[in-house]
Nanobody, 123 residues
Framework: QVQLVESGGGLVQAGGSLRLSCAASERTFSIWTTGWFRQAPGKGREFVAAISWSGGTTGYADSVKGRFTIFRDDDKNTVYLQMNSLKTEDTAVYYC????????????????WGQGTQVTVSS
């Protein structure tokens, strides 16, 4: 069974950048859809971005369009979320998820999850 491990979170000032990584235990992202979700205190798990198994289709939440980019390195079995122009409202625990289905925005559609990495944006 695939294991996913997120890294790259931390504390950053508003306007700064972070790159989150999600490493898989085996070849995963070239054959499965990968998504990034986040959960802030008192809120549900929110869709952020996703990439199809082929890498040819991506999708983003409207709150992050133009600021975040999802991409993969299949040779490293790693998917990334490049986060630029960070805002305080981006503060959340960020989760990597994978599923055999097509690109989707609902967390319940994803069967494999990482442990999460904390992103805190200060003003």
């Amino acid at each position: 069974q695939v294991q996913l491990v997120e890294s790259g979170g931390g504390l950053v000032q508003a306007g700064g950048s972070l790159r989150l990584s999600c490493a898989a235990s085996e070849r995963t992202f070239s054959i499965w859809t990968t998504g990034w979700f986040r959960q802030a205190p008192g809120k549900g798990r929110e869709f952020v971005a996703a990439i199809s198994w082929s890498g040819g289709t991506t999708g983003y939440a409207d709150s992050v369009k133009g600021r975040f980019t999802i991409f993969r390195d299949d040779d490293k079995n790693t998917v990334y979320l490049q986060m630029n122009s960070l805002k305080t409202e981006d503060t959340a625990v960020y989760y990597c998820a994978a599923d055999r289905g097509g690109l989707g925005v609902d967390a319940v559609q994803y069967g494999y999850w990482g442990q999460g990495t904390q992103v805190t944006v200060s003003s």
